[in-house]
Structure formats: structure tokens, C-alpha cells
């Protein structure tokens, strides 16, 4: 069965700042990757996927993501991160011969002003 | 279009008691799943369905059943709420047609087991 790791739990950081929140996941057949968002007080919604094609995944808000097969992994990155970026990410994983979606125990990001 | 709508919104169960929540999407959308929030831990799949009449089991069924009658609605139920199954409960939906399993999330629904 597959599963989801998030390294960080709470992440601080200052306006400005570069952002790499990590997520590996351990399945070995052909997944598809996923990062939400869930901001203060609101529910869950997409920030980019990863189906095929190109590793390098763009998304909304300025986000992007990189799928690199070899380490199981789907970072999220930003270059330069607001203060409305204060949210909760989660980073989930659906193995295609399965129809399960399996999230990751989130990030907590809190950006300065 | 309403997406996914989750009632009630806020609900207090003393423990024993049953209920269901209720959950409907108008996307005509095949797959529906329901997750727990918990501080700490994520989101964790209850029980999931690719269509009308068919369910299976996710990570945390236990406590929970789940039926499937029609494309729209896919209700979740506690036979006998225990102080444990307080949480957050989120009700999802995604089309299957492209197999991308991008998932629109409804409001939630936040139940407190006394």
C-alpha cells in the first residue's frame, strides 16, 4: 500500500524567503502526485499535480513542484513566499493500479511579515 | 454549480449515538471519498467509491459505514459515536475520466463525540 512522508511539520519563515517543503512517498509502480492547500479557516483545494510528462510541475500562486522517480519524492518549492502564503500544505499520493488517495500529515507554514 | 456540499456543518454527539452526515456533489463526478483531519495527522481516507453501488475501505473505516446509490450523494455514517471519532470530516469528489484523481473538497463537517 502506498504512503506519504512530510519532513516538516511547522515551518517559519520571513517574507521573502525560499520555500522547499519535502514529501517522499513509497510505492513503486506509476503514482500521481499531488499538493493541496488548506488555509486558515477554509477547505482543502489543488495547488499542482503531477500525471506525466514533465517533472517539473507548475501550479497556481506561484508554486511548483519536482518529481524526481529515482528518490520517490515531490518537493514543493516557492522562490519567494508572502505572508498570504500562511496555510497548511499537504502533499498526497494515488498509485494508479489503485483508486486510493493517500495524504501526507500536512506542513504547517507560517510566514512573517 | 454548488461543487460538494457537506451538512451539517457543526454537529455534538454524545457517545452511543448515531448519525450520518451528508455529502452531494453536482460535478456528475464518479469518485467520492471521506477523510478525518486531526491535528498532527493529516488527512486519513475513511472509505472511498468509484460509482454508484460500489464502496471499499480506506485507511480508518472502522466506526463507519458508507453506501453509494446514487452518482450525487454519498453519505458517511456512525453507527455508535465514540469520543475518538472527534474530528474534522471532509467529503471529496473527482472525475475518473481523465484518471488524474484531482479532487474537490467540500467544507467540512466538524463532530464532537462527548
Known amino acids: 500500500a502506498q504512503s506519504v512522508s512530510q519532513h516538516n511539520h511547522h515551518v517559519i519563515l520571513s517574507e521573502a524567503a525560499s520555500l522547499e517543503l519535502g514529501c517522499n512517498y513509497s510505492y513503486g509502480g506509476t503514482v500521481n502526485l499531488f499538493w493541496y492547500v488548506q488555509y486558515p479557516g477554509q477547505h482543502l483545494q489543488l495547488l499542482l499535480k503531477y500525471f506525466s510528462g514533465d517533472p517539473l510541475v507548475k501550479g497556481i500562486k506561484g508554486f511548483e513542484a519536482e518529481f524526481i522517480k529515482s528518490k520517490f519524492s515531490f518537493n514543493l518549492r516557492k522562490p519567494s513566499v508572502q505572508w498570504s502564503d500562511t496555510a497548511e500544505y499537504f502533499c498526497?499520493?494515488?498509485?494508479?493500479?489503485?483508486?486510493?488517495?493517500?495524504f501526507g500529515k500536512g506542513t504547517r507554514l507560517h510566514i512573517l511579515p | 454549480n454548488a461543487g460538494v456540499t457537506q451538512t451539517p456543518k457543526f454537529q455534538v454527539l454524545k457517545t452511543g449515538q448515531s448519525m450520518t452526515l451528508q455529502c452531494a456533489q453536482d460535478m456528475n463526478h464518479e469518485y467520492m471519498s471521506w477523510y478525518r483531519q486531526d491535528p498532527g495527522m493529516g488527512l486519513r481516507l475513511i472509505h472511498y467509491?468509484?460509482?454508484?453501488?460500489?464502496?471499499d475501505q480506506g485507511e480508518v473505516p472502522n466506526g463507519y459505514n458508507v453506501s453509494r446509490s446514487t452518482t450525487e450523494d454519498f453519505p458517511l455514517r456512525l453507527l455508535s459515536a465514540a469520543p475518538s471519532q472527534t474530528s474534522v470530516y471532509f467529503c471529496a469528489s473527482s472525475s475518473l475520466a481523465a484518471l488524474s484523481y484531482e479532487q474537490y473538497f467540500g467544507p467540512g463537517t466538524r463532530l464532537t463525540v462527548t
Open positions: 467509491s468509484v460509482g454508484a453501488g460500489i464502496t
Open positions: 498526497a499520493v494515488n498509485a494508479r493500479r489503485d483508486d486510493k488517495i493517500i
